[in-house]
């Protein structure tokens, strides 16, 4: 008998089909919601702000502030994501659509680099890239994501502007996936406890590996959190250094995949302009189908996206710094900077 942590029970651990009829992750922006982002931003839009000297203060959300805490609880200790509709991002400008994205962020968690140049806010479309190039990464092409989880405790999307086709959100509980990996294949489920080597794709410090390694599965504390990203384990094959992947480790990873992608298990959301969704890394994986977009440069699919590090998170193992540079909850998460500082709001708004 395999000696594995335990199943996990609770409200993160749930079914593709179940949760697709159902409709509590869904919610609504009230108008009165709308004005409160809207006063909240009104003061910043003619000064020259930097992201990374915003706080929650400088965001008065008296109404909105109160229904975020409580989603902010059903990310992390609930069903793992949420789905916010209703920001007006078809009358808003670009500079107020992410001013207003990245205030409501605050009330969810502090914002964390998004790539070795500092950037907080970060932009996910087609640059015409290909992922076979190691040091693409994958949201800057139109092809499918596959299952994954961000350098991050939180990832937060919002919807600027859609695909003409395809570009879906897929979405699988990683509990889950670890309960039926430990019922049906325990022998594979513990080879995941291991760490495996994983690609960070040259956003790696001077003088630090180009990969980091850590279990895909990791049982500390009382909870499981995962990492993986199947393409980065197997570019970081590219390494000298990073351990070979043995032929029994490519059939956990293999099994792993193959539960991802049943359809009994994960469930798909399409994003409309102005959707929110808000995803726990650590246990829930997310995709995206490949997308055919418009033609017109002002139609293509646009998200923006945060990724955040709530003080109230849980605790991760130590291996996880390899990642996270610390994992001092609020603190953790992110890129290695290059500069000094984060981007400016102007570059990243540009």
Same mark, same amino acid.
């Given at each position: 008998m395999i000696d594995?942590?335990?199943?996990?029970?609770?409200?993160?651990?749930?079914?593709?089909?179940?949760?697709?009829?159902?409709?509590?992750?869904?919610?609504?922006?009230s108008a009165a919601e709308v004005r409160e982002l809207e006063a909240a931003i009104a003061p910043l839009l003619a000064r020259n702000v930097v992201l990374s000297d915003l706080a929650q203060s400088d965001f008065p959300l008296p109404t909105l502030g109160t229904r975020l805490a409580r989603l902010g609880r059903d990310i992390l200790d609930g069903r793992s994501f949420v789905l916010l509709r209703g920001m007006p991002v078809e009358r808003w400008s670009m500079r107020e659509s992410a001013l207003a994205f990245y205030g409501l962020g605050t009330h969810l968690g502090n914002a964390r680099p998004q790539n070795a140049a500092g950037e907080l806010l970060g932009h996910v479309k087609d640059l015409g890239l290909r992922s076979d190039d190691p040091n693409v990464r994958i949201y800057q092409t139109s092809e499918r994501q596959t299952f994954h989880t961000d350098s991050c405790d939180v990832v937060g999307l919002l919807c600027l502007q859609t695909a003409k086709r395809g570009g879906d959100s897929l979405l699988v509980s990683s509990n889950t996936l670890w309960n039926e990996m430990r019922r049906r294949r325990p022998e594979l489920a513990a080879l995941l406890l291991q760490p495996l080597a994983t690609d960070k794709r040259g956003e790696e410090a001077q003088g630090d590996r180009p990969f980091f390694s850590i279990p895909v599965f990791n049982w500390h504390a009382g909870s499981m959190s995962t990492i993986y990203q199947r393409q980065y384990i197997e570019s970081a094959q590219r390494f000298a250094a990073a351990p070979r992947l043995t032929p029994r480790q490519r059939a956990a990873l293999d099994f792993f995949d193959a539960l991802a992608n049943d359809a009994d298990l994960n469930f798909a959301m399409t994003l409309q302009r102005g959707d929110l969704q808000f995803v726990h890394n650590h246990t829930l994986l997310h995709d995206r189908t490949a997308f055919d977009d418009w033609p017109e440069p002002d139609r293509r699919?646009?998200? $923006? /996206?945060?990724?955040?590090?709530?003080?109230?998170? +849980?605790?991760?193992?130590?291996?996880? #710094?390899?990642?996270?540079?610390?994992?001092?909850?609020? $603190? /953790?998460?992110?890129?290695?900077?290059?500069?000094? +500082?984060?981007?400016?709001?102007?570059? #990243?708004l540009s």
């Open positions: 594995l942590p335990p199943e996990i029970t609770g409200p993160s651990v749930w079914y593709g089909p179940a949760m697709a009829r159902s409709a509590e992750w869904l919610e609504t922006l699919r646009y998200l $923006l /996206r945060l990724w955040l590090a709530p003080s109230e998170a +849980r605790r991760l193992p130590s291996i996880f #710094a390899q990642r996270y540079g610390t994992v001092v909850p609020g $603190l /953790r998460g992110g890129v290695t900077q290059r500069n000094s +500082r984060p981007a400016e709001v102007g570059d #990243a």
